[in-house]
């Protein structure tokens, strides 16, 4: 399974992103799809996940600015990040559990700068 992650780049405070990442290869039925972010200095931290059937959970730090969704029929997972804070900042990646086997996509940057 390949993951590709797209939609980071650089926004003002208060502003919005839309985060996307497909998965494509050998897929059969993915039970769970989350999004993680690293900050310099760091350890990755779960921002949002969400399973098969649609149950949700987030981080506290983004509960009602965030949204994940996803699309079975695209294999993709969406995260929607709305009022965007400065600590906020961090390489964005997305992770797919299927058949107990995890995968990482590469990251992509999101960065909340004035």
């Known amino acids: 399974v390949q993951l590709q992650a797209s939609g980071g780049g650089l926004v003002q405070p208060g502003g919005s992103l839309r985060l996307s990442c497909a998965a494509s290869?050998?897929?059969?039925?993915?039970?769970?799809m989350a999004w993680y972010r690293q900050a310099p200095g760091k350890q990755r931290e779960l921002v949002a996940d969400?399973?098969?059937?649609?149950?949700?959970n987030y981080a506290d730090s983004v509960k009602g600015r965030f949204t994940i969704s996803r699309d079975n029929a695209k294999n993709t997972v969406y995260l929607e990040m709305n009022n965007l804070k400065p600590e906020d900042t961090a390489r964005y990646y997305c992770?797919?559990?299927?058949?107990?086997?995890?995968?990482w996509g590469q990251g992509t940057l999101v960065t909340v700068s004035s």
């Open positions: 992770n797919v559990v299927q058949m107990l086997r995890s995968y």
């Open positions: 969400i399973t098969t059937g649609g149950p949700t």
């Open positions: 290869g050998s897929i059969f039925a993915i039970n769970f």
